[in-house]
């Protein structure tokens, strides 16, 4: 069984452009959690998805960010008019069901360079 | 708001000897509790949770955690570290109810075993 898959791996964009980010969840899961990781600020949650809903996007930055989990395919996480604030791990979770005390199961991460 | 603290950034520990890194929490109603394990660029990996019943949690690895409620506490401990544990270790806290299901991470602890 495939883990949480992420593509790419390593991203660089420069200022202003736009960065796209996948996530494939684990088969059997149809639970999708974004976060960010910058150096020693930890792990900070952004958005949760289910297939076709936003379930809860209080962690999302309300300009350029955006995220979706289409009914077939990956999840994606867009940032448009990227910035070198946005230069961060991002990682990508997921979970078989509600996330109350379900673990989470975490992909390799994208790290995004904004040059 | 729930929030979870991790007071060492560092914990250094010669190998074969016990080791505890130390998580203290705050969320509203009972928590459900996690432990991640951080690898060099990789994602996170579970190691083990608190839901309810027996305060000793045993996980993977031969990792345990103590649930305390009276200190809302959930330290991570070995009796016996290895050089291989060395990584970065997060502490997770989500609410039953009345809170946020979606985990709140610590900032994480870096463990470094010595050989």
């Known amino acids: 069984n495939a883990g949480v898959m992420q593509n790419p791996r390593h991203l660089v964009r420069r200022r202003g452009q736009e960065a796209r980010l996948r996530c494939s969840p684990m088969k059997g899961h149809s639970h999708v959690y974004w976060y960010r990781q910058l150096p020693e600020e930890g792990l900070k949650f952004m958005v949760y998805l289910q297939k076709e809903n936003i379930i809860d996007e209080s962690g999302m930055p309300k300009e350029r960010f955006s995220a979706e989990f289409p009914k077939e395919g990956p999840s994606i996480l867009r940032i448009q008019q990227v910035v070198r604030g946005d230069s961060a791990a991002y990682f990508c979770?997921?979970?078989?069901?509600?996330?109350?005390?379900?673990?989470?199961?975490f992909g390799p991460g994208t790290r995004l360079t904004v040059t | 708001a729930q929030s979870v603290a991790q007071p060492e950034d560092q914990v250094n520990v010669a190998e074969g000897n016990p080791l505890t890194v130390k998580c203290t929490y705050s969320v509203s109603g009972n928590p459900y509790l996690f432990w991640y394990v951080q690898y060099p660029n990789r994602g996170l990996q579970f190691l083990l949770k608190y839901i309810t019943g027996d305060n000793l949690v045993k996980g993977s690895y031969g990792f345990e955690a103590e649930f305390n409620k009276s200190q809302t506490s959930f330290h991570l401990k070995k009796p016996s570290a290895l050089v291989s544990d060395s990584a970065l270790y997060f502490c997770?806290?989500?609410?039953?109810?009345?809170?946020?299901?979606?985990?709140?991470f610590g900032r994480g602890t870096s463990l470094i075993v010595h050989p």
């Open positions: 997770a806290v989500s609410a039953t109810s009345g809170g946020s299901y979606i985990p709140t």
């Open positions: 979770a997921s979970s078989p069901g509600q996330p109350q005390g379900d673990e989470q199961y």
